[in-house]
């Protein structure tokens, strides 16, 4: 286990990157703890996957360091750093049993017999393979095979960290919400440090207990799923949270008031004339229907999603998502909107801005 | 809704019957004809039952010719296998290098058979050939026409020579299939060269391996050009594999019916070979799940 710190770092594919868009991953600065069960979190081609190679050492980073506790690794090849790592797609050595292919690293780093069968059949109970351990790899199936890589993954147990590269994509629906759980479970009992590489917000909230949210090469925003949720420091963070993600209107800020569309909204915080382009956000789930007060609104759709409706309803041109509860009330005479207080947050050119209180 | 039972449709198949009946059926069973009867010319046959095949099976010829085809066939494998296992290791996997090693590798098989006879039988000759004289020069004892260890060894040399590469494209073409992932994972694993041979390369290339064995097996088992051109069988019988044997038989003695019985066997013998490695591969296939 190790604390993990990313000094400067920054990666370009080109041979000799200069301007900004030649940077796959954008200079950063941050420090992960030991033990933590962390999520990169972002649409494809954000650099999560080229951030996780980079950890492990598969790639070496154009600039920068990478220190496990303190030590440079920057210049470790992946074999010498003492990290575990599993692939989206199934890795398995086909030639070899299940209980083999458990053991292959371990007895590659020269452990016991008696050590590597306890470690295997351990590793084995916990995520499942009990039964086929002594079956050829060759021949299972898909959601078996990648069980074995996650097991091969995490029986080394003096691993500095263990990353996941969207390991659940080729999973079953329904077994992924399992294995899910069980990885959640395995971190609390072997306390390893953790980042997992995913795309699916659900995947990666449920899993972390940090989250790193990544678009275009930069990391937007760092914090607990919750933070992700209530205050995203980023439009898109807002945009790609949440489902269906936060609503974004153009507004005017003036001290603890917004202006839409010529309608002022009290806040609950007092903001120092924004400059740029101003937004308000706000999540659909803190949206609420009104009849006389609110913001006026044209319905244009709705959703049922079962448990709750998801009304799409326009506030002059600007298009907005409405969360209604089962029980919410909600009927026809219900044309206006209103916000949640406390939970509105105010975006300057894209990044949030922090009010004070009064 | 009556399903329509309408027999005629049989006649659409009947294009493929004539086709095959006139390019496979017929020839076989001519020679069919001439293994079970004896003929003195004229068109008159005489029944003679399995007395050819009886003939052929205690033929000494035969089996020496058997003998030499399956010390040749073994051979042949035995270096074109792990060598070109070796060079499609070592191939660059991408970029401008990658290509031009594909073309170099290419060429031989673009060759036309008794060229490449006709290339070795020139280029080794002592007399004019620059290997031949070479090796002349050199003071060794040289020369594929009357030492039939030297036939041997040129025969093989120009045989690995022409086909190596086969076996090398397409171990190369299994290896690029493996993706990058379990390199990667095998780094991490710490997994030595050995073991990512082993583990990962092999199994990932056992498939158009087999295919590349059948191949070469074939393809040397029924071997005649290239040697009839450089050695015609010699010095002696030393180089006479059975297809020029087989030739020597039915066209230079005129013993038809032996010959025909020869080549029967022939063809059963390579039938059942290729069905074996079929049923290697099919059951290979089906253990390998999804």
């Known amino acids: 286990m190790a604390q993990i710190t990313l000094s400067d770092l920054a990666h370009t594919y080109a041979s000799n990157g200069t301007t900004d868009s030649d940077f796959a991953l954008k200079a950063m600065n941050h420090v992960w703890q030991e033990g933590g069960a962390y999520a990169l979190l972002g649409p494809s081609g954000c650099g999560k996957t080229t951030l996780l190679n980079i950890i492990s050492g598969l790639i070496m980073p154009s600039q920068g360091r990478v220190l496990f506790d303190g030590a440079d690794v920057t210049n470790l090849p992946a074999e010498k750093r003492n990290i575990a790592q599993v692939f989206q797609f199934p890795v398995v050595y086909d030639t070899m049993t299940v209980r083999e292919n458990l053991a292959f690293p371990l007895k590659n780093r020269g452990l016991t017999r008696a050590a590597v069968q306890a470690r295997v059949g351990l590793i084995a109970g916990m995520i499942g393979l009990e039964d086929i351990l002594d ?21 080394r147990e003096s691993v500095n ?3 996941f590269d969207e390991p659940l994509t080729v999973i079953d629906p329904h077994l992924k919400w399992e294995l899910r759980t069980q990885l959640k479970s395995l971190h609390r009992e072997l306390g390893h440090t953790m980042i997992y590489v995913t795309h699916d917000q659900i995947e990666a909230l449920t899993f972390a207990d940090t989250v790193v949210m990544m678009h275009e090469g930069r990391v937007l925003q760092m914090g607990t799923p919750e933070s992700l949720f209530e205050t995203p ?67 244009q759709h709705i959703e049922d999603v079962g448990h709750r ?11 907005i998502a409405v969360s209604v509860q089962e029980g919410q009330p909600f009927d026809t005479s219900m044309n206006r909107v209103r916000f949640v207080p406390g939970k509105i947050n105010i975006y300057s050119d894209s990044w949030r801005v922090q009010g004070e209180a009064f | 809704m009556a399903k329509i039972q309408n027999n005629r449709a049989w006649f659409l198949v009947l294009p493929v019957l004539v086709l095959v009946a006139f390019s496979a059926v017929i020839p076989l069973m001519t020679v069919v004809n001439y293994a079970f009867n004896d003929t003195f010319g004229n068109n008159q046959f005489f029944w003679n039952g399995l007395g050819w095949f009886e003939e052929m099976v205690r033929s ?13 066939t073994g051979t042949i494998l035995a270096i074109e296998v792990p060598l070109g296992i070796f060079i499609a290791l070592n191939m660059p996997k991408k970029g401008f290098w990658a290509s031009l090693c594909l073309v170099l590798m ?4 673009l060759i036309p058979f008794n060229v490449v006879g006709t290339i070795w039988q020139i280029f080794c000759r002592v007399d004019i050939g620059l290997l031949g004289r070479f090796m002349a020069a050199l003071g060794v004892d040289y020369n594929y026409t009357n030492d039939a260890f030297d036939a041997w060894v040129t025969l093989i040399v120009m045989d690995v020579w022409h086909w190596t590469s086969l076996v090398a494209l397409l171990c190369y073409a299994g290896l690029q299939s493996i993706p990058e992932a379990y390199y990667q994972a095998a780094r991490i694993d710490q997994a030595n060269r050995w073991d990512i041979f082993r583990h990962i390369e092999l199994p990932k290339m056992s498939g158009v391996l087999l295919i590349a064995v059948l191949l070469r097996f074939i393809d040397s088992f029924m071997i005649y ?11 002696g019988n030393s180089t006479t594999f059975l297809s020029i044997d087989l030739v020597k038989m039915a066209i230079g003695q005129f013993d038809l019916g032996p010959a025909a019985a020869f080549s029967l066997m022939y063809f059963l013998v390579i039938l059942l070979v290729s069905w074996v490695f079929y049923t290697v591969m099919v059951t290979r296939d089906s253990g390998e799940g999804t």
Do not use: C, W
Not at chain 1, 264 to 269: G, H, K, P
Not at chain 1, 309 to 319: C, D, K, N, Q, S
């Open chain 1, 135 to 155: 079956r050829k790899a060759r021949g299972l199936t898909t959601d078996a095979k990648q069980k074995i890589s996650l097991g091969r993954g995490m029986v």
């Open chain 1, 161 to 163: 960290a263990i990353l």
């Open chain 1, 233 to 299: 420091a980023h439009t898109f963070v807002g945009h790609f949270i949440g489902s269906p993600g936060m609503n974004f209107l153009d507004a005017t800020i003036e001290g603890n008031t917004a202006v839409i569309d010529g309608q002022r909204i009290s806040l609950n915080a007092h903001y120092r004339t924004a400059l740029g382009h101003t937004q308000v956000g706000i999540r659909p789930e803190y949206v609420e229907f009104t009849a006389e007060e609110g913001l006026p609104v044209v319905i």
């Open chain 1, 309 to 319: 409706r998801i009304v799409h309803a326009l506030v002059g041109e600007t298009p």
């Open chain 2, 60 to 72: 000494e010829r035969l089996h020496a010719a058997l003998g030499r085809q399956m010390l040749f």
């Open chain 2, 106 to 109: 290419a060429l031989p098989l």
């Open chain 2, 225 to 235: 050009t290239e040697p009839f051109v450089v050695t015609g069988g010699g010095p």
